[in-house]
């Protein structure tokens, strides 16, 4: 196996400027994770037009963006322990035994393990994507345009699966993200499309305009209208260590949770709320024989948060090898890619390996940063729960706003932002995520771009589609993962209604 | 660290981009209401599909070096909203449900403000535009008068700092100070 690009990534990675990103990276999305108004995606979207602005070069801020995505899963779950609100998706299972250790006086010491749990995740998903990188490129690299079609069917046919409990709403907002895609000139023919003559519509509509219009503008309102919702408040941190018996006994469940997440990041579209998900039920079913999960046991604690942090590493595989993201997250950082210009896809490893392997070599550096700020400085990172929504919310509002005018120096950009955002409101209002439209958006180029180019090569027959054992593979998976959730909730149901007449 | 975690309580407290795995289904509407947003928003949906279709069919080009063209794929993304739409509006599922009264006047306010505030952004310059957000949308978060006074002229002056100064972004100055 070829990791030479790991170590030319390990030489970018550890320079000073890089090593300083980094810190920066891993400090600010601690603070995001930790903060419950904001999640990664937010704080990602508001930092990628400063970074831009700055003048980093590409690998500087992916490195950047991936310790704060990193960074965020390690906070998410600082408020999830302490508030029993998780800082950010993944750290959802994390509350569920994590609130009730620290009801029980144990809240340090839940911090402290799963700080360490989070730690075997990151290490085990960077080893992993290190590993795994490489030969799905390899593969990937015999793609065509036929099969990268295909490919980002399949894509958003997991997609609409495995994300939430509605799939038509997530296939709509991954269609609109694909409309909002064609906006602008069509490079093939030079016609212009959608953009209502408006000049600055030729280019389309830019994705920093995209992404902080539907995060930050739609959750500034969103935490307005939330504030003031009741929680129970811990009051005692207690220790601030883990015990050696409970490390012990959470070390199968860490590396349990490590192998899961992993796994379902290297899944395209899926995230870490669906890994901490799946791990802590894994988890339950394995361990749970005395009945002590939900309240307050150490493995249910360690596997979503090694989970959430292996999904974080696995989300980059399929966003580094094939340019598709593995979750809402990397959509955006394969928007920032496009935004310097560089395609992402199997190329990307031979033709800018100072990237890739710049971004997996973070991801272990940032690990030992992150263990480092996590474990004695968390009661610092605790404080910013304390900063009150009328100083964070205005500063949110200013970032989104800047962010936007200085990469585009329009008012145009900032009134277009305004508008997405309040449309990305509605519809988080009507139960709508806003993933699927990144990813949409995302792919959307791409997609039309691969079509055309089969289609040219094939002389308009669309029988290339499924021309190789390539695609037939990919539609056969695609099928499979659209179909296979309605079949099992359909099994599911028969048995419970089988159950309730046998009990009747 | 009592203080820390009573003032925490005491803000939003978002459970951000997480809907699908919410644990409580206390911001859930009720049926019939999410039954009417949904369908609401299914109309709406169709008719973004039928208008997006339209345009996308009359897109006028010269020529095109593939057999597609530029009118196809935005036809085929219509017809897939449109089936999408219909599926919506037989199943609309569960929807949050939208704020009332009071609530949403406040909630409505921040993009006020914000239109507003960008309105001002180039003819009164960064400093007012960015004074006039953040201290409007401190008073809607019910901060003291005073403090959203200092938080909005700190925000001002903190963020002109950090984006000219230190970023070097040029910022609207505005007519006021000779911009």
Known sequence: MNLEYLWQGFSVTLTAQNLLIGFVGCFIGTLVGALPAIGPINGIALLLPIAYTMGL???????????????????????????????????????????PLARQGRAGEALALSGLASFVGGML???????????????????GPAEYFVLMIFAFATLGSMVGSQPVKTLIGCTLGLMLATVGLDATSGAYRFTFNEPELGDGIEFVVLVIGLFSVSEAMLILEHEGRGVTVIRELGRMTARWTDIVKSTGASLRGSLIGFVVGVLP???????????????????????????????????????????????????????????GTTAVMLGALMLYNIQPGPMLMVERPEI??????????????????????????????????????????????????????????IFLMLGIGMVGWLMRKAGFDMAPI???????RVMEVNLRNALAISGGDPSILFGSTICVVLWILAAA????????????????QIAASTAS | ?????????????????????????????????????????????????????IG??????????????????????????????????????????????ALLVRVLSVPVLLVVSVALFEPAGFAVSIFILTLGTALTFAAPPSKALAGAAGHAALWWFVFSYLLEVHLPVGALFGG
Not at chain 2, 2 to 31: C, K, T, Y
Request: aromatic share 8%; net charge neutral; glycine share 12%.
């Open chain 1, 438 to 444: 990144i990813l949409g958006f995302v792919l959307g």
């Open chain 1, 57 to 99: 070069p590409a690998e500087s801020t992916m490195i950047l963006l991936a310790a704060v995505y990193c960074g965020a899963e390690y906070g998410g779950r600082i408020s999830s322990i302490l508030l029993n609100v998780p800082g950010d998706a993944g750290a959802v299972m994390t509350a569920m035994d994590g609130y």
């Open chain 1, 481 to 496: 993962v659209a179909v296979l959730p309605f079949y099992l909730s359909r099994r599911s149901r028969r048995r419970q």
């Open chain 1, 125 to 143: 998903g960077a080893i992993g994507l290190a590993l795994f990188a490489p030969l799905l490129a390899g593969l990937a690299i015999g793609f």
């Open chain 2, 56 to 101: 996308g069919s009359v897109i006028e080009y010269a020529f095109s070096s593939d057999p597609l063209g530029p009118r196809a794929f935005p036809v085929a993304l219509a017809t897939v909203l449109g089936l999408l739409a219909v599926w919506y509006f037989l199943s609309p599922g569960q929807a949050e449900g939208f704020p009332s009264g």
């Open chain 1, 356 to 413: 890739v392997g710049g971004l997996v070599a973070s991801l272990f550096v940032g690990n030992f940063i992150l263990l480092a700020l996590n474990l004695p400085l968390v009661q610092i990172f605790a404080r910013v729960l304390t900063v009150p929504n009328w100083l964070l919310v205005p500063g949110i509002l200013v970032l989104s706003i800047v962010g936007v005018y200085s990469t585009h120096a329009s008012v145009f950009s």
């Open chain 1, 269 to 327: 579209g899926t995230g870490a709320s669906v890994s901490s998900a799946v791990s802590y039920t894994t988890e339950k079913r394995i361990s749970d024989t005395e009945g002590t999960f939900g309240k307050g046991d150490v493995r249910g604690l360690a596997a979503p948060e090694a989970a959430n942090n292996a999904t974080a590493c696995g989300a980059f595989v399929p966003m580094l090898t094939l340019g598709v993201p593995g979750s």
């Open chain 2, 1 to 53: 660290m009592e203080a820390v975690r009573a003032q925490a309580a005491g803000n939003g407290l978002r459970f951000s981009e997480m809907r699908e795995n919410s644990m409580s289904d206390e911001s859930h509407a009720s049926p019939g209401a999410s039954r009417m947003i949904g369908r609401g928003a299914a109309l709406c949906l169709l008719a973004l599909a039928i208008t997006y279709g």
